[in-house]
């Protein structure tokens, strides 16, 4: 029978004899799966594992700051790379969803690349892939799979020539969260919902700037921050803000605004391939709807999402 603990205890066994002395890379997220294969290597090989944590610009407000900080708490050996702005100077004037989503790849990867060099004899490179990972051949989720689907694109990366080792990939998400748990992580990393490689840059349609980025951030915080007060986190699968590329018509006292729209988004699902709108209830969205439209410039009106999936994907990019 499967526990957790037996998990752990075979799985650092497996990689002290696998890696011996070897020196190990590993992009972390912020997300489930990376945290827990970190903390997994972490016991297993301490110092040798290398954490590269990148400031993609694109993360939820404070949460660069707020992880990055946790995950010093846990001992990881870990390097924070502040790469904001070489992330939005790539995605000026691009509009296409699936173009932004290569532009951060190449990003990605030419920062995790540089990075990886600076580890002197680095020979592997460690993933949180998970068996849904692997079992879904045409991903084009995670950062796994972003370096994936960049494998046919010119010469390979350095960092790519590393031997890989995937500790999750028999794994079930709630089966890495049971693992995590057991390795002490906290709900603030374990109970996270889940947030695209991307980040913000597919929430805000059409052309990323710094200036939709700080606008969102704000509104997604107060979004985010409600449901937790409102006990809610817990109960949705995944929730975010959403910056809309339409302007349309407000009064502020004697004036009229002509400003943004934001679109709220909460829905319920096991693993994201379908997924259900959440019926949030009036009280809480009529208070983040007003707290958003008083406290975020130029942000003069909230609307919420009612599609279900399909056909209405999660993101709306
Ligand atoms: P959709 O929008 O396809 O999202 O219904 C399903 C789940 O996948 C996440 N998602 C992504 N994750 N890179 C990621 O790492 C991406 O490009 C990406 N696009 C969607 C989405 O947040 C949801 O959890």
């Given at each position: 029978?499967?526990?957790?603990?037996?998990?752990?205890?075979?799985?650092i066994?497996?990689?002290?004899?696998?890696?011996g002395d070897d020196?190990?890379?590993?992009a972390?997220?912020?997300?489930?799966?990376?945290?827990?294969?970190?903390i997994?290597?972490?016991?297993?090989?301490g110092?040798?594992l290398?954490c590269?944590?990148?400031?993609?610009?694109?993360?939820r407000?404070?949460e660069?700051?707020a992880?990055?900080?946790?995950?010093?708490?846990?001992?990881?050996n870990?390097?924070?790379v502040?790469a904001?702005?070489?992330?939005?100077?790539?995605l000026?004037?691009v509009k296409?969803?699936?173009?932004?989503?290569?532009?951060?790849?190449?990003v990605?990867?030419?920062?995790?690349?540089d990075?990886a060099?600076?580890?002197?004899?680095?020979?592997w490179?460690?993933?949180?892939t998970i068996?849904p990972?692997v079992?879904?051949s045409v991903?084009?989720?995670?950062?796994?799979?972003?370096?994936?689907?960049?494998?046919?694109?010119g010469?390979?990366?350095?960092?790519?020539k590393?031997?890989?080792?995937?500790?999750?990939?028999?794994?079930?998400?709630?089966?890495?969260?049971?693992?995590g748990?057991?390795?002490g992580?906290?709900?603030?990393?374990?109970?996270?919902h889940?947030?695209?490689g991307p980040?913000?840059?597919?929430?805000i349609l059409?052309?990323?700037?710094?200036?939709?980025?700080?606008?969102?951030q704000?509104a997604d915080?107060?979004?985010?921050d409600?449901l937790?007060?409102?006990?809610?986190?817990?109960?949705?699968?995944?929730a975010g803000a959403?910056?809309?590329p339409v302007?349309?018509?407000?009064?502020?006292?004697?004036e009229?605004?002509?400003?943004?729209v934001?679109?709220?988004?909460?829905?319920?699902?096991?693993?994201g391939?379908?997924?259900?709108?959440?019926?949030?209830?009036?009280?809480?969205?009529?208070?983040i709807s007003?707290?958003?439209?008083?406290?975020?410039?130029?942000?003069?009106?909230?609307?919420?999402d009612?599609?279900?999936?399909?056909?209405?994907?999660i993101?709306?990019?």
């Amino acid at each position: 029978e499967w526990t957790p603990n037996a998990f752990v205890e075979t799985t650092i066994a497996e990689l002290q004899a696998k890696l011996g002395d070897d020196k190990v890379v590993l992009a972390l997220s912020g997300g489930v799966d990376s945290s827990v294969a970190a903390i997994l290597l972490h016991k297993a090989i301490g110092k040798n594992l290398h954490c590269i944590f990148v400031d993609n610009g694109l993360l939820r407000k404070g949460e660069y700051e707020a992880v990055l900080e946790q995950y010093k708490h846990l001992g990881l050996n870990i390097k924070g790379v502040d790469a904001k702005e070489r992330f939005l100077s790539q995605l000026a004037k691009v509009k296409d969803p699936e173009l932004k989503r290569k532009a951060i790849g190449r990003v990605f990867i030419e920062v995790f690349d540089d990075e990886a060099h600076e580890v002197q004899d680095v020979k592997w490179l460690a993933q949180g892939t998970i068996y849904p990972d692997v079992i879904e051949s045409v991903s084009v989720k995670g950062p796994s799979a972003t370096i994936k689907s960049h494998h046919n694109v010119g010469g390979l990366p350095d960092f790519m020539k590393l031997k890989v080792v995937e500790p999750l990939n028999t794994l079930f998400k709630d089966e890495v969260r049971r693992v995590g748990r057991s390795l002490g992580l906290e709900d603030f990393i374990i109970g996270r919902h889940p947030f695209p490689g991307p980040g913000l840059a597919i929430r805000i349609l059409g052309e990323v700037t710094a200036e939709k980025v700080a606008i969102l951030q704000e509104a997604d915080a107060i979004y985010i921050d409600n449901l937790k007060e409102a006990g809610l986190y817990d109960k949705v699968w995944q929730a975010g803000a959403i910056f809309l590329p339409v302007q349309s018509v407000g009064v502020m006292g004697d004036e009229r605004t002509y400003e943004n729209v934001i679109c709220l988004r909460a829905v319920e699902s096991v693993d994201g391939m379908t997924a259900d709108w959440c019926h949030l209830p009036y009280n809480v969205l009529a208070k983040i709807s007003n707290e958003i439209i008083n406290k975020v410039k130029g942000i003069n009106r909230v609307v919420y999402d009612i599609s279900s999936k399909p056909p209405a994907t999660i993101e709306w990019e």
